[in-house]
């Protein structure tokens, strides 16, 4: 069965602190999908990045970097220099690519909370 | 953009009534779920399907039944609501008929049960 762990519950940083929020995964397909949505306080998700097993390539966008190492089965997420709208709770969620009925399904983290302070 | 609306941000019902959560999406996605958030628990599957008038278990249907009957729209019933269904509603939808793509969610409904 697959399971997402995002062992930090919380974490606050001050404004222009750089962040790294983990994830870990488990799985027994070859093939999955990563994906990372942010839930500001306004309760909407809102997708951030989706990664597919075949590609360890780290990504950029603007102040988000994600690592992705299938080695140590983790899908890190940075934010560099963070600012006080980065305050949301953040998840992690895998989804596996098989050709049955779940593979619809998106197992979530429990999220981290991050707290950005001015 | 893809828009998921949900017919309400806040409900509150009384143990035993009938409820019916709605869900409208405009952007043709095939795949339409609902899923339930509380504290602590992350989010969880409800229900989940993959074309009008086909439905899928998630995690925790008990005590939930859905409904498509259309495309664009997809319902969650709780038949007899109960108070430890007091929780964030969350309906989501995706374009391919796979794990693949990116589901896009609404803005949630809070439901409290008293």
């Known amino acids: 069965a697959q399971k997402v762990t995002q062992a930090q519950t919380e974490i606050s940083v001050v404004e222009k602190e750089d962040v790294t929020l983990d994830c870990v995964y488990e799985t027994r397909d070859t093939t999955y999908y990563l994906f990372w949505y942010k839930q500001p306080p306004s309760g909407e998700l809102v997708f951030l990045i989706r990664r597919n097993s075949f590609d360890e390539q780290n990504e950029i966008s603007g102040r988000y970097s994600w690592n992705f190492q299938k080695s140590t089965s983790s899908f890190n997420f940075t934010i560099t220099a963070s600012q006080v709208v980065d305050s949301a709770v953040y998840f992690c969620?895998?989804?596996?690519?098989?050709?049955?009925?779940?593979?619809?399904?998106?197992?979530f983290g429990k999220g981290t909370k991050l707290s950005v302070i001015p | 953009d893809v828009k998921v609306t949900q017919s309400s941000r806040y409900l509150v019902k009384r143990t035993g009534e009938k409820v019916f959560l709605e869900c409208v999406q405009d952007?043709?996605?095939?795949?339409m779920f609902w899923y339930r958030q509380d504290p602590g628990l992350g989010l969880r599957l409800i229900y989940f399907?993959?074309?009008?008038?086909?439905?899928e278990k998630g995690d925790i249907p008990e005590g939930y039944s859905v409904s498509r009957e259309k495309k664009e729209r997809f319902s969650l019933i709780l038949e007899s609501a109960s108070t430890n269904q007091t929780s964030m509603y969350l309906c989501?939808?995706?374009?391919?008929?796979?794990?693949?793509?990116?589901?896009?969610f609404g803005p949630g409904t809070r439901l409290t049960v008293t």
């Open positions: 399907s993959y074309d009008v008038k086909m439905k």
């Open positions: 969620a895998l989804s596996e690519a098989n050709s049955g009925a779940g593979s619809y399904q998106l197992t």
């Open positions: 952007m043709d996605h095939e795949n």
């Open positions: 989501a939808s995706s374009y391919r008929t796979s794990g693949t793509d990116e589901q896009y």
